[in-house]
């Protein structure tokens, strides 16, 4: 089966500026996770799908991110406008079955972004 | 706030050693899953155990989970360079399946 897709694998922007990241999840896949992972550090979740609707956002910075997951298939996610500390690398990740633990999550390789 | 730590930071064996990475918790679990890591990679499922499970084998990994001490252990048998990854210990605690990751073991496996 083909994996999560991540798009784009990097981006360099300045402070202040937008980006936008998309992601395609495994196709069947009722849940989708977007995680910020600062160097050196696990990921965070920022944000909880479950088809289309949100299930988890507490760890968003609303201010300046959001996302979206329309028809429950791929998602956007993005920040406007970026600081310093959005430096990371954005990872999407997906699981089969919608509001079941135990399920393991299948990631994408991530977009790196560098905020000048 | 990161629910899993993970001990050691980074861990540097030769080829054919085995490697121990442990994962202390604070709150009670559904279940705890490990996933690895390769530079510049996503992060790939590597084995999960229940809460109601004490010990789990997949190949050549061993993962042990002690629900009274909120810690789990994961054992690589006869590491090999391609072992070479950061390992991370996750919870699921809550009933959506959402995981919290600890920050991480670096494991260098030299040939």
């Known amino acids: 089966e083909a994996g999560v897709a991540q798009s784009p694998r990097y981006k360099i922007i300045e402070k202040r500026q937008s980006v936008a990241f998309w992601c395609n999840p495994i196709s069947g896949h009722a849940t989708l996770y977007w995680y910020q992972q600062i160097l050196g550090q696990g990921p965070k979740l920022l944000i909880q799908?479950?088809?289309?609707?949100?299930?988890?956002d507490s760890q968003l910075p609303k201010d300046r991110f959001s996302a979206e997951r329309l028809k429950g298939v791929d998602s956007t996610l993005k920040i406007q406008p970026a600081k310093l500390e959005d430096s990371a690398v954005y990872l999407c990740?997906?699981?089969?079955?919608?509001?079941?633990?135990?399920?393991?999550?299948?990631f994408g390789d991530g977009t790196r972004l560098s905020i000048l | 706030s990161q629910q899993g730590e993970e001990d050691p930071q980074a861990l540097s064996i030769q080829e054919g050693e085995n490697a121990t990475m442990n994962c202390s918790y604070k709150?009670?679990?559904?279940?705890l899953q490990w996933y690895r890591q390769n530079s510049g990679r996503g992060l790939v499922h590597l084995i999960l155990?229940?809460?109601?499970?004490r010990e789990k084998h997949s190949g050549r990994l061993r993962v042990t989970l002690d629900t009274s001490k909120k810690s789990s252990s994961l054992l690589i048998t006869a590491s090999r360079a391609a072992d070479t990854a950061s390992y991370f210990c996750a919870t699921d605690a809550d009933s959506w399946g959402k995981l919290q990751f600890g920050a991480g073991t670096q494991v260098v496996v030299t040939p």
């Open positions: 799908f479950q088809n289309n609707g949100v299930v988890d």
């Open positions: 990740a997906s699981s089969l079955v919608a509001g079941q633990t135990g399920q393991p999550q299948h």
């Open positions: 155990i229940r809460s109601n499970e």
């Open positions: 709150t009670s679990i559904n279940n």
